[in-house]
């Protein structure tokens, strides 16, 4: 099924402070529509992606990647037909309406709702009212409301293409969300589970309560790695990405830069992704002598094609010489580079083994590195 999601963002979003539109503060360290915006780009199911933009908000459309750009109306209805315009001259199977506002939407909540689609016209997410209700005037309750049968309504809610671009077509506006120009087509409309955490951004408090929730729902990796590698007659050291001088080089099927090494396998690790032999098999010959950033940048790609990004790493490099001090600082900013990272994300330190073991007896070089990795 070809399905497109449709990001309602033409909204002035004024209760919510902060002196600009609320999609466009910031929320743990994004902006609340870079979180909307990836959590459809990020679904296997969701093709392409329209955001329906207010005028006055043009020059935001170069940094929403990916996306078809439309301009919003003076209504949210309005601004959802201009975004289902945009997509009515190559349409899709069906269509998935998500307010901007709600940025904590899970993957689960979008299956649940494109399943839905299987069985009705419409599918919603939706809780059920669980809380008592009453009727009140002037600071006093005035009677209780039945609760039977009351949902709180959440987006993103779905529809085939073809009926709800109808139904707006025929709607005569005001209608406070899609489900009631559906209804007012005559379609039905699937209840679905909602999810509590799928709140909608509405006052100042709730951008806190969203990076709780975040918070309490980032998913952090961290992978292990560790190398070794014998010296040989040579006249430098090849490590984290920087010639190190030396009276011998290190001996290995590639590079054998130690550091960049282990950093490559903690990578693999965080992932569950295996080690370098792996990916690069020692008994291929087209890696015989290769760079050692070939890996990284690997290692470092396949992360971000999971949805990862490095939050830090450390790098200890065990050895008697060559000296690693007055390079660690090189050997940082090479690694950032290679990584695409700011240098202060990557440490890299030495420390000797006492004259203890085999890089005690200056047969060698050993690393450890670990890397963090958090869902972006």
Not at 56 to 67: H, N, P, R, S, V
Not at 146 to 158: C, E, I, K, N, V
Not at 270 to 293: M, N, T, V
Request: glycine share 10%.
């Amino acid at each position: 099924m070809d399905i497109a999601a449709l990001i309602v963002a033409a909204g002035r979003g004024t209760r919510a402070g902060g002196g600009v539109p609320k999609q466009w503060r910031m929320l743990s360290g994004r902006r609340v529509a870079d979180w909307t915006l990836q959590a459809f780009r990020d679904h296997p199911r969701v093709g392409r992606i329209v955001v329906v933009l207010h005028p006055d908000d043009m020059g935001q459309a170069e940094e929403l990647t990916g996306a078809i750009v439309a301009t919003g109306g003076a209504t949210r209805d309005a601004s959802v037909a201009a975004g289902l315009e945009a997509l009515a001259g190559d349409p899709p199977d069906a269509v998935l309406i998500h307010d901007v506002a709600r940025p904590l939407v899970s993957p689960e909540v979008i299956d649940r709702v494109i399943d839905g689609l299987a069985h009705a016209p419409g599918a919603a997410p939706a809780l059920a009212v669980t809380d008592a209700l009453w009727t009140g005037a002037d600071g006093i309750v005035t009677g209780t409301q039945d609760r039977s049968g009351l949902y709180r309504a959440q987006t993103p809610q779905g529809f085939r293409f073809d009926a709800i671009l109808q139904a707006h077509r025929d709607h005569p506006g005001g209608a406070a969300d899609d489900v009631e120009v559906a209804r007012h087509a005559g379609l039905d409309v699937a209840i679905v589970a909602g999810d509590e955490k799928n709140l909608k951004i509405t006052g100042p408090e709730d951008f806190a309560r969203a990076e709780d929730l975040m918070r309490q729902q980032m998913d952090i990796r961290t992978g292990l790695g560790y190398d070794v590698h014998a010296f040989e007659d040579g006249d430098a050291c090849i490590l984290c990405g920087v010639a190190v001088p030396h009276d011998k080089k290190l001996k290995g099927h590639s590079d054998a830069d130690v550091g960049m090494h282990a950093l490559t396998d903690a990578i693999y690790g965080a992932l569950a992704e295996g080690d370098i032999g792996q990916h690069f098999p020692p008994s291929e010959s087209e890696w015989k002598g290769a760079a050692s950033d070939i890996f990284l940048k690997h290692a470092i790609e396949l992360a971000r094609s999971k949805g990862f990004e490095l939050a830090n790493c450390d790098v200890t490099l065990i050895c008697e010489q060559p000296k690693i001090g007055p390079h660690a600082g090189a050997m940082r900013a090479e690694l950032a580079r290679i990584m695409s990272v700011d240098p202060d994300r990557v440490s890299v330190k030495a420390t000797t083994s006492e004259r203890l073991g085999f890089t005690g007896r200056e047969e060698g070089i050993a690393s450890q590195a670990v890397a963090t990795l958090v869902r972006a």
